[in-house]
């Protein structure tokens, strides 16, 4: 035995999956120190921890293109939500909310209480806030957006009207600092009430920053139900005016009245992405979860509250069972669970198989760690998509599942080393049963790790093992100067 043919980990007999949509072809996998350093039969070489995967698949390790783990990476780095999925990596400041740059006198208002309810949550910089990640890394890999709703939070008094020239130009100094200090890109949460007023032109001034630097724009949109169609070309010209990519997020048509309507978006959204970088992410499942407010529940068919600062003994429960027992109207109990979160019964079952059938959809959690009761989908959404809609309903091949987690969404974001299973590529790899893969969190028990996962390795090391958390934190914060170009997704085999 030669000293090359000496790694540190073999994963022997395995089915892989390299994520670029190839058939899945027998074979093992070799790493040696953070790397995969041959794939094949590689029956001349040895290790220090040999894995028989006895025919199972072996992946690169998903990326969640969709979180809210800004704060959890750092109190809950084990990160079993998401590494019990077989998540190697989470993109973070989504929707607007970001932990940083903001250095807050009081608790910032909702949604951004859902990543930090108190002041010393947050990072006066983002510079502040990588380098805590770097200090105490997380279980998984970390690439961090800024908020569009948490520079206005720094930058004005009021944010119920549009920023000011001045105010503005405040905001895109911190971007840009942002984006020196290795954010990604900037998220917009332009459906929230901090950045509702926020007109198209003040995004596209901010977003003008970030081209040159290389970096991405995603957004939840202002309008997901109704006027979803405006909403989808309003992102389109912000897009085109900074010239920089976009992602859709969590994209649905919401509420009775727009069901069915996604054989209108994904037309106009593809039309788009023959113009232009245009993505999208979908979560499996026909509800989404934010904060409880009385408006946005007139829509939603039910709704499970997910936590409450004045009642927390309710949350998991249905609002309509608490406002029985409380002999009052739904909406009265709703003001009454303030601050609160909620699941909201909004999509149909056809329009999120549509989406997920989209060929450029990246699947993107939406999970929110801090709730007490939280949407399944915080520890659901990788196997649902892999058991329940790739092998189950048959939407597409498992293989094309798996691209959809990884070289796609690599692509999107420039994780050029990773989302691809091949030699110099970092070893982010999830070894998963595509027979039992399935997801276990349910609206009445939401925090079950999955069945079918069976190892997990995030650069090269183990952070998930018959069925528990090995307590190994390590995943990096990755800086936008580490990364690649943006919004590409012609995955190259
Ligand atoms: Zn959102
Ligand atoms: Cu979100």
């Known amino acids: 035995m030669t000293e090359s043919s000496k790694v540190d980990l073999l994963i022997r007999n395995a089915q892989i999956i390299d994520g670029t949509g190839a058939p899945p072809r027998h074979g093992d996998i070799a790493v040696t120190d953070d790397q995969i350093v041959a794939i094949g039969a590689l029956s001349d070489m040895s290790a220090a921890t040999e894995i028989d995967a006895g025919g199972k698949a072996v992946a690169p390790g998903f990326i969640d293109v969709h979180t809210h783990d800004d704060r959890a990476v750092l109190s809950d780095p084990t990160m079993a939500c998401k590494v019990s999925q077989g998540v190697t990596t989470v993109v973070t400041g989504n929707c607007g909310i970001s932990l940083a740059p903001l250095a807050p006198s009081a608790p910032p208002p909702p949604p951004a209480d859902l990543i930090g309810d108190r002041p010393d949550q947050y990072f006066q910089s983002f510079a502040g806030y990588l380098s805590a990640l770097d200090k105490e890394p997380p279980a998984v890999n970390v690439v961090a ?295 276990r969190s349910t609206w009445e028990e939401p925090m079950q790790p999955a069945a079918g996962i069976e190892l997990v390795v995030t650069n090269g090391r183990i952070t998930w093992r018959n069925g528990a958390s090995t307590g190994d934190r390590p995943g990096r914060a990755l800086r936008l100067q580490d990364l690649g170009p943006k919004g590409r997704d012609a995955v190259m085999a």
């Open 145 to 439: 957006q800024v908020g569009h709703s948490t520079l206005r939070m720094g930058a004005m008094d009021s944010l119920d009207r549009p920023a000011s020239a001045n105010e503005v130009k405040r905001m895109r100094a911190r971007l840009e600092e942002s984006l020196a200090a290795g954010a990604v890109g900037m998220s917009t949460g332009l459906f929230y009430q901090p950045a509702n007023a926020a007109p198209t032109e003040e995004v596209i001034e901010l977003a003008r920053a970030l081209a040159p630097a290389g970096a991405m724009h995603s957004t939840h949109m202002r309008d997901e139900t109704a006027h979803i169609l405006d909403s989808l070309d309003e992102t389109f010209a912000i897009g085109r005016a900074a010239d920089v990519p976009v992602v859709i997020s969590h994209h649905k048509c919401a509420g009775a009245p727009n069901h069915g309507r996604t054989t209108e978006t994904l037309p106009r959204i593809a039309a788009a992405h023959a113009e232009q970088p245009v993505a999208l992410d979908v979560y499996p499942y026909v509800a989404g979860s934010t904060v409880l407010d009385s408006g946005r529940m007139m829509n939603a068919r039910r709704v499970i509250v997910t936590w409450s600062k004045p009642h927390p003994e309710v949350a998991g429960r249905d609002l309509s069972d608490i406002a029985e027992e409380w002999g009052c109207a739904q909406a009265e109990a709703a003001d009454r669970l303030q601050p609160a979160g909620a699941i909201y019964f909004i999509m149909d079952e056809e329009d999120v198989r549509r989406v997920l059938s989209f060929p450029h959809a990246m699947i993107g959690s939406d999970g929110l760690p801090h709730d007490s009761h939280p949407h399944p989908r915080l520890w659901g959404t990788f196997p649902r998509v892999l058991g329940h809609y790739a092998r189950d309903v048959g939407l597409f091949p498992l293989e094309e599942a798996v691209r959809r987690m990884t070289g796609l969404p690599a692509a999107q974001f420039g994780l050029t080393d990773r989302g691809m299973l091949r030699p110099g590529a970092y070893a982010d790899l999830v070894l998963f049963d595509p027979d039992t893969i399935a997801d």
